[in-house]
């Protein structure tokens, strides 16, 4: 050790309490060199994908787990030998693989450096990373162990002195292709190299249309293919159901079960034989609600901003909050003490290509409407590109789940574990109502409202579910009870 040591980066809590997450895809291979900050990897855990920069510099000695592998959080996951003073040349099978002019890279950074967690990436002007190599020359990682042959999806450096040339000959990938972590995870589950593909995000950022416009594009001289004739009448006819090919082609299909789903599946199970859910229903005329989300459609104070029924439906459930505060509290069980929060971090449920997620909306309590709807705007959006971080997912008080999207009328929704209620709003539908003594077509929708028994009671929770039913019906209630 007097001239180069071998640290092993470990597996970090990249979301508070978390303690396992998945490799989804590695950006370096043994015998690279890295620079403090580059990004490694990128790992999906049971809130969030995020990249893990390293903490130091130095030439990448193994990596302890392939891709696809779910791994705890303390454990070594990369092995990177340091450089103290001079370059660590005297390595023998993997030293070959890295270039002559590499072991000058800057010594090592000092020891109180604290990694960097979470973050998609770093800053592209500080970061630069290997360039990944076609994976032409298997030979060349005659000392990668069984893992990392397992690894070595994109082969590594060839050992040859003038090899390197080769992959340097197209200038394009210079630099790994500019996506995010769910484009590359579509990609990658898609068989489509990202540097073969033309971006069209800003400042070159490759985007999901990007990837299927890509297959696309490699499938369309297959169309005169015989064998892939079948599927185009099947896909384009609608009275042939697509089913039987599935079925002539697999009997089933096994879908591992991690990340987000994994996450869910607990929370959920411990969710239902923990807390005694109650569930209570009601339906509203909502005609005025509508008609108030067409008016703030065209107020300039709304320009630019997400307007639709959820937002009100949110500002209602705050106002049902503001008038029943013990409804937004949480069981402690430990304590044997029942904690009432003083402020509202909203939850929205968000189906995702991730699966579902639960961000929430942090202070939704001391939100304008406009501040309200700019925040739902970017928590939806930033769900849909699969960039919610571990922390927007955290400390949530109290959830709504839009099911009404899915045409669905009404459900009876599981609580968030921590939280002591959850609104799920069915469908907007048109329907035949009693409406100042005839029976007119009105806007109505039904309201599903579960709570946990132990600190709610039958009183408080239908007090907060018709609070949220007269406001949508009366909006102005907005105004008086605000």
Known sequence: MTNASVREFKMPDVGEGLTEAEILKWYVQPGDTVTDGQVVCEVETAKAAVELPIPYDGVVRALHFPEGTTVDVGTSIIAVEVAGGAAPAQEEAPAAAVPAAEPEKPAEQPAARQPVLVGYGVATSSTRRRPRKQAQDPVARQAASAVQAELNGHGAAPAAPAAPVAPAAPAAPAQRPLAKPPVRKLAKDLGVDLATVTPSGPDGVITREDVHAAVAAAQAPQQTAPAAQPAVPAASAPDRPAAP??????????????????ATAA??????FTAPHVTEFVTVDVTRTMKLVEELKQDKEFAGLRVNPLLLIAKALLVAIRRNPDINASWDEAAQEIVVKHYVNLGIAAATPRGLIVPNIKDAHAKTLPELAASLGELVSTAREGRTSPSAMQGGTVTITNVGVFGVDTGT????????AILAVGAIKPQPWVHKGKVKPRQVTTLALSFDHRLVDGELGSKVLADVAAVLEQPKRLITWA
Do not use: F, H, Q, W
């Open 245 to 262: 090919v599935s079925y002539d082609t697999a009997r089933e299909t096994r879908i591992p079960v991690k990340g987000v789903r994994k």
């Open 267 to 272: 929370a959920m199970v411990g969710s239902a």
């Open 413 to 420: 929704p599981i609580l968030n574990p921590g939280e002591s």
